[in-house]
């Protein structure tokens, strides 16, 4: 009975890591879309508009090669379990905010490019990052009883996407564009095993803490992506993309000690990983005789049909232990805008904002999810035209997410604060010609 609740909680902690997906990060592929507020469905002309909106390489002369490296640094916080003493030696516990460390920037890259093959028609390839996040949390879970024991939580999640659009003109205003998306996800979470008194974690003969390793990867080949451009008007472009859900059934190890011997051991792991449904659509509309360039884009996501519930495998001694774990995500969207001017011929200033509703709701809030509520997202950049062939960009973004949370139930992490702050960098190179 008590092997079986170990894999049983096992299978909740593999389900908790892969809930940082429930935020996408906006502007990865291109610095010009970075700093105006992860807008780019309706004027891309760089590579980065393969995951955007591949009609957009309708807009390149005959090559286009396009080269972007996304740092991203975040701090999340949730509040975990404490375990206390009164003065009369009863113990009680209480829900307490913990801000993780502050982790070594990330570097998410891209590379694609796109060539013009017929007057009419443009191919292209690309690979990108789709998700990529993680946590790195440290606490003490029991200070009085245990002022030795410290608890570190290591959890990280990417999905990875390689792309071959094509991009046809059908009129002189519109073109339509379609992508086939090979997608591969890789994840692990270390973390202790949830239980009750003294501490609130498994402890073995040692008063140890339990800390699984889990490892699970794995692939999908059936992802498609297609957009549509038109410009009704000279000065007016209007984007319409839409990217097909993607399922990757993963694979992998989880190894925790045996706690009757304390030797290692490795349970084969199955879970399925899903990207939703995401329509996107918007505009750009330029001024004072092209210098001023005003976009926006909305975003979609169809995370409610993906993650009403997540199922998760592991075995032991050929036995299979299966753990349907209920996550009851809603739709989330993204509000975006953005602005550019043209100082010069050379220098382009930018601007933007993101306002972007989270997945999760309130009562299944966890560990490695992205905290409740809204998030808020500003972004400054910087474009150089270094040569007729070669642009260059810079992008800075920060964004905030913070709830709190008044009710521990028994899906969530707890009552108390959970948020997430971000700082990122964008810096991408474009050769056209």
């Known amino acids: 009975m008590k092997t079986r609740c170990i894999v049983i909680g096992i299978c909740m902690l593999v389900g908790a890591g892969k809930a940082a997906a429930s935020n996408e990060l906006n502007g990865l592929f291109d610095a010009r879309s970075t700093g105006m507020g992860g807008t780019g469905v309706a004027f891309l002309d760089s590579a980065g508009a393969i995951p955007t909106n591949p009609a957009l390489l309708e807009q390149i002369d005959t090559f286009t090669l396009t080269a972007n490296a996304f740092l991203i640094s975040s701090q999340p916080e949730r509040p975990y379990p404490i375990y206390h003493l009164d003065a009369s030696g009863r113990r009680y516990r209480t829900y307490e905010t913990i801000r993780s460390d502050v982790e070594a920037p990330a570097v998410l890259p891209f590379l694609g490019g796109a060539f013009r093959i017929l007057d009419r028609v443009v191919v292209g390839a690309a690979l990108y990052p789709v998700i990529g996040q993680g946590t790195h949390a440290t606490y003490r879970p029991a200070p009085d009883e245990f002022p030795d024991l410290e608890i570190t939580n290591d959890a990280g999640l990417g999905f990875f996407e390689g792309s071959v659009p094509v991009s046809v003109r059908i009129l002189d205003n519109l073109s339509l564009g379609l992508s086939w998306r090979v997608t591969y996800m890789t994840q692990f979470v270390e973390t202790v095993q949830p239980g009750g008194p003294p501490a609130g974690v498994l402890l073995d003969v040692n008063n140890q803490p339990l800390a699984p390793e889990i490892k699970v990867t794995g692939w999908n080949f059936s992802g498609l992506q297609a957009g549509v451009l038109y410009a009704p008007i000279p000065d007016l472009r209007l984007g319409l993309s839409y990217r097909s859900k993607v399922t990757v059934d993963g694979e992998g190890t989880t190894t925790v000690a045996d706690l009757n011997t304390g030797l290692p051991m490795e349970l084969p792991t199955r879970q399925s990983f899903t990207n939703p449904h995401a329509f996107r659509i918007g505009l750009a509309a330029s001024l004072l005789e092209g210098k001023l360039l005003l976009t926006q884009d909305f975003k979609y996501l169809m995370y409610a049909e993906s993650w009403e519930t997540l199922e998760t495998t592991t075995v032991r001694n050929g036995v299979e232990s299966v753990n349907v774990r209920e996550l009851n995500w809603t739709d989330a969207f993204n509000i975006h805008l953005g602005v550019e001017y043209n100082v010069s011929d050379v220098v ?13 709701p309130e009562a299944f809030a966890q560990a490695f999810m992205a905290p409740p509520g809204l998030s808020h997202l500003g972004s400054v ?8 062939t070669l642009s260059l960009d810079a992008a800075f973004a920060y964004v905030a997410v913070s709830s709190r949370v008044y009710e521990a139930t028994p899906e969530n992490a707890g009552a108390g604060y959970y948020a997430s702050y971000a700082a990122q960098l964008a810096l991408s190179a474009t050769y056209h010609n």
């Open 381 to 388: 950049g910087l474009g150089i035209n270094a040569m007729e």
């Open 348 to 360: 382009s200033l930018r601007g933007g904002y993101i306002l972007a509703t989270t997945a999760t």
